[in-house]
């Protein structure tokens, strides 16, 4: 997998909510059934930079990219999935956006 969190698809009306809330440019692209939001930006943008929780975390996002998260040897699969649900619910904190898993999850949940 490439990045956990698909890229969500909003209404116009709520993409409009967003961009003014946020008081600037918004990444976007037209998708069939509304406006396609970038993921990492708003991964990025709800407080979760490249590298969170830290370097001493067992599962953290990537340094290179937010929508990646790593395992850096000894994370366990509770582990990851606390740093999913965190990035996901402060997304949805920050923007009212619920984020999806790209992977299919076997035994677990966020």
């Known amino acids: 997998v490439g990045s956990f969190f698909t890229n969500p698809v909003v209404t116009r009306a709520e993409f409009d909510r967003l961009a003014a809330s946020v008081g600037g440019a918004v990444?976007?692209?037209p998708a069939p059934d509304g406006v396609k939001l970038a993921a990492g930006w708003l991964v990025e943008r709800a407080g979760f930079g490249k590298g969170y929780p830290g370097h001493d975390a067992p599962a953290r996002l990537s340094?290179?990219?937010?929508?990646?998260?790593?395992?850096?040897g000894n994370a366990t699969?509770?582990?990851?999935?606390?740093?999913?649900?965190t990035v996901r619910d402060g997304v949805r904190t920050a923007f009212g956006i619920e984020l999806t898993p790209e992977?299919?999850?076997?035994?677990c949940a966020i």
């Not at 699969?77 to 649900?85: E, S, Y």
């Not at 992977?103 to 035994?107: A, D, K, R």
Request: glycine share 4%; net charge positive; charged share 15%.
């Open 63 to 72: 340094t290179k990219h937010a929508l990646a998260l790593t395992n850096r």
């Open 27 to 29: 990444p976007n692209y």
């Open 103 to 107: 992977p299919i999850l076997l035994g």
């Open 77 to 85: 699969t509770a582990d990851v999935i606390a740093l999913a649900r």
